[in-house]
């Protein structure tokens, strides 16, 4: 399947959060070609600031993979990770993260070296536009 499918399964879970009135970001984990793990920011119904899409997606993998680590998996999420779940992201060891649109404030990628594991493959760019409109309009709404 190609990334652009699982991509919109992590958009689905973006609009969850932005129904809640969350930060409107999405994530799943696949392994081989299904969705293994879900999730989307819930700090406010959590009241927890590490409860970001990424990391809920993840807890959710290791359970059912029943490892710490997801070599085979792909992160899909629609907002580039923050630097905290791009540390959770290195030690699970992922494969592979997709992303949408990029985080100019606090995303991985503004930290030298990357905080991602080297034999991670990096893509950005799926949905982009999609994801980042969708942060607009949360952000607008908010002002």
Same mark, same amino acid.
């Given at each position: 399947?190609?990334?652009?499918?699982?991509?919109?399964?992590?958009?689905?879970?973006?609009?969850?959060?932005?129904? *809640?009135?969350?930060?409107?970001?999405?994530?799943?984990?696949? *392994?081989?070609?299904?969705?293994?793990?879900?999730?989307?920011?819930?700090?406010?119904? @959590?009241?927890?600031?590490?409860?970001? %899409?990424? +990391?809920?997606?993840?807890?959710?993998?290791?359970? *059912?993979?029943?490892?710490?680590? @997801?070599?085979?998996?792909? @992160?899909?999420?629609?907002?580039?990770?923050?630097? +905290?779940?791009?540390?959770?992201?290195?030690? %699970?060891?992922? *494969?592979?993260?997709?992303?949408?649109?990029?985080?100019?404030?606090?995303?991985?990628?503004?930290?030298?070296?990357?905080?991602?594991?080297?034999?991670?493959?990096?893509?950005?760019?799926? @949905?982009?536009?999609?994801?980042?409109?969708?942060?607009?309009?949360?952000?607008?709404?908010?002002?």
């Amino acid at each position: 399947m190609e990334d652009e499918y699982f991509m919109k399964q992590a958009y689905r879970e973006a609009l969850k959060a932005y129904d *809640a009135k969350e930060v409107p970001i999405g994530a799943v984990v696949v *392994a081989g070609d299904k969705i293994i793990a879900k999730g989307y920011n819930q700090t406010e119904l @959590l009241g927890d600031p590490t409860a970001h %899409a990424e +990391m809920i997606a993840l807890t959710s993998a290791f359970n *059912a993979m029943g490892s710490k680590f @997801l070599g085979e998996c792909v @992160l899909y999420v629609t907002v580039e990770p923050c630097a +905290m779940c791009a540390g959770a992201i290195k030690w %699970a060891r992922i *494969a592979k993260v997709v992303y949408g649109t990029k985080e100019p404030k606090c995303g991985f990628s503004k930290y030298e070296p990357c905080i991602l594991h080297p034999n991670t493959e990096i893509i950005s760019g799926v @949905l982009g536009q999609e994801s980042s409109q969708l942060m607009k309009d949360f952000f607008m709404a908010r002002r």
